[in-house]
């Protein structure tokens, strides 16, 4: 895994800290990750914070992972639909992959992702886990 320098991790930490997205002041559209131009050609975008809660669209799981994921194994990845429509791939945690379909209601958790041994930071960021499954 190629880990961030220190100064760039925390020029990110909006993204990685919040839930948020661009949103579009001339057509509305919302892009999640961020984008600097939106595709209608307009650079006018603002912060929006996204709702922390969807379904689950798809998913599924990895056996084989990187050495940075060892102690997550097996591991869930999925696709979210959040309330407002937007579409998120996250992991998903606290779920039994066998317990898991679409249509699950899911909502967003805050976890450590990674800690970095050469610089030791520990980098945390939105995971989503089901929700009365």
């Keep these: ?10 020029r990110n ?12 002041r001339k057509c509305g559209s ?3 990750p961020p984008v600097a131009r939106c595709g209608c050609g307009s650079k ?21 992972v990187g050495t940075d994921f060892l102690k997550q194994k097996p591991l869930i990845l ?3 639909e959040l309330t407002n429509g937007v579409k998120i791939a996250a992991q998903i945690v606290d779920a039994q992959p066998e317990k898991l379909a ?8 805050f976890r450590r992702v990674v800690v970095d041994g050469k610089h030791g930071l ?5 995971k989503f886990r089901p929700v009365g499954v």
């Design 1 to 10: 895994m190629r880990h961030e320098s220190v100064p760039i991790y925390w």
């Design 13 to 24: 930490i909006p993204q990685y800290y919040r839930l948020v997205a661009k949103r579009c």
């Design 30 to 32: 919302i892009h999640y």
């Design 44 to 64: 006018d975008l603002e912060d929006v914070e996204l709702p922390r809660e969807g379904k689950l669209l798809e998913f599924t799981v990895l056996h084989q």
């Design 78 to 80: 999925g696709l979210v």
């Design 102 to 109: 679409p249509g699950v209601k899911v909502e967003a958790v």
């Design 122 to 126: 520990v980098m945390y960021g939105y």
